[in-house]
């Protein structure tokens, strides 16, 4: 292969990989190919040049391929596996209280540092603890909410009996199978993150009320259609009138609607409703388990699109802009599945909140 064609391999592999070790290798690849002397690239990449003649030597001798080593175990542990273990355990089932750290509820590596100092007298520095965390396959996330009266057996209940028999829909027993769910959209709803001017902060303006517009919503599981509807509150008056302007968005065959517990759900005026219109069949979700109804991915979709990071003056605009994007999403039904149906599989489901 010529130069120029190596060259070119290479910055192709530059291009494409993620790992900040595997691009050192191939930037010092790339510099050589181009003729800079072992010296200057080692200065470019602060390494040693014997540490650069060996990338030189392993690219010479075995390609690209050679380049592709293997991690770097660095210094043995000085915790034991079980204790490694233990540890692991302790952050994990535990918080610093639990363990003699008063008044402490967050795990933090300096915490760490001290808890592995004081059980296994061993000392570590804030990035050593770090790097231990990394091989132990922990990572400093943020934790998510989830609902302490929710009955994670009903949970799973439905999502490993009920909802694959409400799924008879694909198989023609059920005509349309449709999820439903009702959110206020306020003015401002909460910031997220944004690109922005580096060292400085985007300013998000408020009024400091909290004004917006009550929305319900349905969401097709098999075909992506949505039925909306905006309305001043929530009552069983408002859900009767939805589930008429369902009943006219589907014609014909039979609906079976999966819902939470909401009063208004359960309301007495919509029994008669029910008799008469026997082909609508509402199933309801295990109580507080809003993360198995699909419309909450919607509403969330809505508030990332819209209202995060905006400010309103008036509830039209706001109104006027939730219309706009429920009118553009009701034009992308793939697009809804994708994003939405797919995640309520019983092998995958998904948080929305």
Known sequence: MTNKGALAEVEERLRSTKDRRMYERLQTVRLRIMGMPVKEIAGILCRSEKTIRSYIHTYETEGLPGLHMGFSPGRTSRLTPEQREELKQAIVNQVPADVGFTAK???????????????????????????????????????????????????????????????????????????????????????????FEKGKQRIVRTTGKHRGVKLLST???????????????????????????????????????VLDNARIHHAKLLKLFLNENKRL??????????????????????????????????????RKNVSSFMNAVMQQPLTVIDRLCVRMEPDHVVEFL
């Open 105 to 195: 509820f967050n795990w933090t590596l300096q915490l760490i540092a001290d808890y592995i100092e004081r059980t296994y007298g061993h000392r570590y520095s804030l990035r050593g603890v770090s790097k231990l965390m990394e091989h132990m396959h922990m990572s400093y996330t943020k934790p998510t909410y989830t609902l302490a009266a929710a009955d994670p057996a009903k949970q799973q209940q439905f999502v490993e009996v009920t909802f694959p028999t409400l799924k008879r829909v694909e198989t023609g027993e059920i005509a349309h199978l449709l999820f439903e769910d009702e959110s206020m959209i306020r003015d401002y709803q909460a910031l997220q993150r944004t690109w």
């Open 281 to 318: 069949n509402l199933v309801f979700l295990p109580p507080y388990s809003p993360q198995l109804n699909i419309v909450e991915g919607l509403w969330k979709w809505l508030k990332a699109d819209v209202v995060n990071n905006v400010f309103y003056h008036t509830v039209a605009e706001i």
């Open 219 to 257: 969401v097709d599981y098999c075909s992506g259609q949505i039925v909306w509807h905006e309305d001043e509150s929530y009552n069983a008056e408002t859900f009767l009138f939805f589930l008429k302007k369902v009943l006219e968005a589907y014609p014909s065959g039979t609906i079976t609607m």
